[in-house]
């Protein structure tokens, strides 16, 4: 059976291909290019892909750090497919905010159904609701344990966006105010410094 055949053709599916085939070394442009001419998705669906590929990629440190907040392993230590699902996932959660919380959700528990990881739709399911209730702020019985989760959590975002605007630390990012607060922050040192 060719690919094509195998999987069901979806924006979801499609981004998680291209993102698999970038950590195997193509080059994202490429990697989409083939993959949107292999598919035949509509329009909104090819523009669906392509941002949730780019999207991933853009914010791999903080999506990274978010899988390193919520789960037990860290980002780097999850099987490879796995931590492109949970990429998926976090970003239609954090970044898109047209994207219902249940679809995200679900289309995610789904990715790690068609592609393998069956076993581990529990853990992507778990992940990505602890995420939308520390989002909400609605976990009952809230604690300053989850309140420092949370900061950690935009601090690290804050702390990838000055990273990936300035790589090579000039004094101008050294300066800037998201890697002051980074800084400053004792658990973003320890997490981040």
Known sequence: MSEKEEVRANARQVAFLALRAVLRGAFADV???RLLQQFALKGSDRRLATELVYGSI????TL???IDQLGKKKAQDQPPDLRLI????L????????IPVSAAVDTAVELSKQNGLSGLAGFVNGLLR???R??????PGETAAISIRKDTIQCAEQ????IALDPLGSPQMIQSAAWQSCIATPIGLSKFG
């Open 31 to 33: 990697a989409l290019d």
């Open 58 to 61: 853009r914010r791999q440190r």
């Open 64 to 66: 990274d750090a978010l």
């Open 86 to 89: 949970l990429h998926l996932g």
């Open 91 to 98: 970003y239609q959660l954090r970044y898109l905010n047209q």
């Open 130 to 132: 602890q995420y939308v």
């Open 134 to 139: 520390l989002a909400e702020g609605t976990q």
């Open 159 to 162: 702390c990838a966006e000055a």
